[in-house]
């Protein structure tokens, strides 16, 4: 490619971003913990230093539960992706083997739907036991708007970068796997959202926009929610063990830096003076701020001191958050673009089309939001291209793999815009054809 160190650039700040989703939310975390209930004394003002203690206790430095439910999710998607029934019936094993050997603290409906799972040996798929047992709790008490879902959601967000449409089902689906509230899901929905925009773009979105990710029965509620946490500091929104007044800390910390230290410092500061369950909000808050300014942003000092179960530091969380952004984003991340594929990028946006670079072009509406079909374009390791197609269920198929970049392109972008005719807001253009170059 031609020019070469730009590009290279780029994808290096990316992967900082990348990096800095995972690092980011275990570093909140870590300094959230010696203060969580008020376990250690925070003066008005005072900066928080990642001294350990808390309801662990913890050594100075170690993450939480809300960082090793992550990890989990993570270590589930740099296997499997995020997209089948196998990654998420990864997940929840996973879960139920740190419940049985790793939990240094568990929430408590965390805990009693990981419970029944472990308990229940009936044959049904972890995931779907989950599923029922969160939802039987939900139905039995009403009350499952805890944050322990959002604490743990960035991961996802990591997996499906370059799907928006699946990530916002996903997100959804795996809060779903112990918070049945549709609040708990709203809330991961709209954050996961934030971080994509975050990683993609190297800054802080405007939160509000994604609300038209939600139902449209609860987007003027959410709007409302977000506007109160950008006009009020974080203490307001204590306590903050309910899902929506997590998420309005740390979006009021992230709105209300405090201090006159480095952003991200001054951001997590303020995310631990809300107080009540400090590693949890500024675990939510480090995420988005990581995936925004990436890990170069965040205290050397506490990249030194960041370590937690299964036994990891700041470099494997580098390596796992890689992992699960190459494997969740075979279109994007993973993809040199070339200037033809540029070329191909711009026509497909030019038409309503299309994710810029990314080449995700989703399919029919369906009931409650997009279908989460996909034409997909590639280049492979040998120099060849693969067009191929994933379908709601998440099964690729391959229409074509070829030396032949006219041959690939034309039919990306035929099968892009047959896909795209049965698309409601968008009008199919008169046929194109590329002039063979
Ligand atoms: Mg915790």
Same mark, same amino acid.
């Given at each position: 490619?031609?020019?070469?160190?730009?590009?290279?650039?780029?994808?290096?700040?990316?992967?900082?971003?990348?990096?800095?989703?995972?690092?980011?939310?275990?570093?909140?975390?870590?300094?959230?913990?010696?203060?969580?209930?008020?376990?250690?004394?925070?003066?008005?003002?005072?900066?928080?230093?990642?001294?350990?203690?808390?309801?662990?206790?913890?050594?100075?430095?170690?993450?939480? =539960?809300?960082?090793?439910?992550?990890?989990?999710?993570?270590?589930?998607?740099?296997?499997?992706?995020?997209?089948?029934?196998?990654?998420?019936?990864?997940?929840?094993?996973?879960?139920?083997?740190?419940?049985?050997?790793?939990?240094?603290?568990?929430?408590?409906?965390?805990?009693?739907?990981?419970?029944?799972?472990?308990?229940?040996?009936?044959?049904?798929?972890?995931?779907?036991?989950?599923?029922?047992?969160?939802?039987?709790?939900?139905?039995?008490?009403?009350?499952?708007?805890?944050?322990?879902?959002?604490?743990?959601?960035?991961?996802?967000?990591?997996?499906?970068?370059?799907?928006?449409?699946?990530?916002?089902?996903?997100?959804?689906?795996?809060?779903?796997?112990?918070?049945? =509230?549709?609040?708990?899901?709203?809330?991961?929905?709209?954050?996961?959202?934030?971080?994509?925009?975050?990683?993609?773009?190297?800054?802080?979105?405007?939160?509000?926009?994604?609300?038209?990710?939600?139902?449209?029965?609860?987007?003027?509620?959410?709007?409302?929610?977000?506007?109160?946490?950008?006009?009020?500091?974080?203490?307001?929104?204590?306590?903050?063990?309910?899902?929506?007044?997590?998420?309005?800390?740390?979006?009021?910390?992230?709105?209300?830096?405090?201090?006159?230290?480095?952003?991200?410092?001054?951001?997590?500061?303020?995310?631990?003076?809300?107080?009540?369950?400090?590693?949890?909000?500024?675990?939510?808050?480090?995420?988005?701020?990581?995936?925004?300014?990436?890990?170069?942003?965040?205290?050397?000092?506490?990249?030194?001191?960041?370590?937690?179960?299964?036994?990891?530091?700041?470099?494997?969380?580098?390596?796992?958050?890689?992992?699960?952004?190459?494997?969740?984003?075979?279109?994007?991340?993973?993809?040199?673009?070339?200037?033809?594929?540029?070329?191909?990028?711009?026509?497909?946006?030019?038409?309503?089309?299309?994710?810029?670079?990314?080449?995700?072009?989703?399919?029919?509406?369906?009931?409650?939001?997009?279908?989460?079909?996909?034409?997909?374009?590639?280049?492979?390791?040998?120099?060849?291209?693969?067009?191929?197609?994933?379908?709601?269920?998440?099964?690729?198929?391959?229409?074509?793999?070829?030396?032949?970049?006219?041959?690939?392109?034309?039919?990306?972008?035929?099968?892009?815009?047959?896909?795209?005719?049965?698309?409601?807001?968008?009008?199919?253009?008169?046929?194109?054809?590329?002039?063979?170059?």
């Amino acid at each position: 490619m031609s020019d070469a160190d730009p590009r290279a650039r780029a994808s290096d700040a990316r992967e900082d971003r990348v990096e800095g989703t995972l690092l980011g939310g275990a570093c909140g975390d870590a300094l959230g913990v010696p203060y969580e209930l008020g376990s250690a004394p925070l003066a008005a003002g005072e900066v928080p230093r990642m001294i350990g203690g808390g309801l662990g206790p913890y050594a100075p430095g170690e993450w939480s =539960d809300d960082t090793q439910m992550a990890v989990v999710i993570a270590r589930a998607a740099a296997e499997h992706g995020l997209r089948t029934v196998d990654a998420l019936d990864a997940v929840v094993t996973g879960w139920v083997d740190w419940l049985a050997s790793g939990a240094s603290d568990v929430g408590t409906q965390t805990r009693q739907v990981l419970g029944e799972v472990a308990a229940d040996v009936d044959g049904a798929r972890a995931a779907e036991r989950a599923r029922l047992a969160s939802y039987a709790l939900h139905a039995q008490t009403g009350r499952t708007a805890g944050n322990g879902s959002l604490m743990r959601t960035a991961p996802v967000a990591l997996a499906l970068l370059d799907d928006p449409a699946a990530l916002g089902e996903q997100a959804r689906a795996i809060s779903g796997l112990t918070h049945a =509230d549709p609040l708990a899901g709203d809330a991961c929905v709209l954050w996961c959202h934030a971080i994509r925009r975050a990683v993609l773009d190297g800054d802080v979105p405007d939160l509000a926009e994604h609300v038209v990710e939600l139902p449209h029965a609860r987007r003027d509620q959410w709007a409302g929610w977000i506007a109160d946490a950008e006009r009020r500091t974080p203490s307001a929104f204590a306590p903050n063990g309910y899902v929506v007044t997590a998420l309005q800390a740390a979006w009021s910390a992230i709105c209300h830096p405090l201090g006159d230290g480095p952003l991200v410092v001054a951001s997590l500061s303020a995310a631990v003076h809300a107080g009540d369950d400090t590693d949890t909000v500024a675990a939510i808050a480090g995420s988005l701020l990581g995936a925004a300014h990436g890990a170069s942003a965040l205290s050397a000092e506490w990249l030194d001191a960041v370590h937690g179960w299964p036994g990891l530091r700041a470099d494997d969380l580098r390596d796992l958050a890689r992992r699960v952004a190459d494997r969740g984003d075979p279109a994007a991340v993973d993809l040199q673009v070339s200037d033809e594929l540029d070329e191909v990028a711009e026509h497909l946006v030019s038409r309503g089309l299309g994710e810029g670079h990314h080449f995700v072009v989703h399919g029919r509406p369906v009931r409650g939001g997009r279908s989460s079909e996909y034409i997909g374009l590639r280049v492979l390791d040998d120099g060849s291209y693969r067009v191929w197609y994933s379908g709601d269920r998440g099964t690729p198929r391959t229409y074509v793999e070829t030396p032949d970049w006219a041959v690939a392109r034309q039919r990306f972008v035929d099968e892009v815009e047959l896909l795209g005719a049965s698309r409601g807001d968008w009008k199919a253009p008169r046929r194109h054809r590329w002039k063979r170059r």
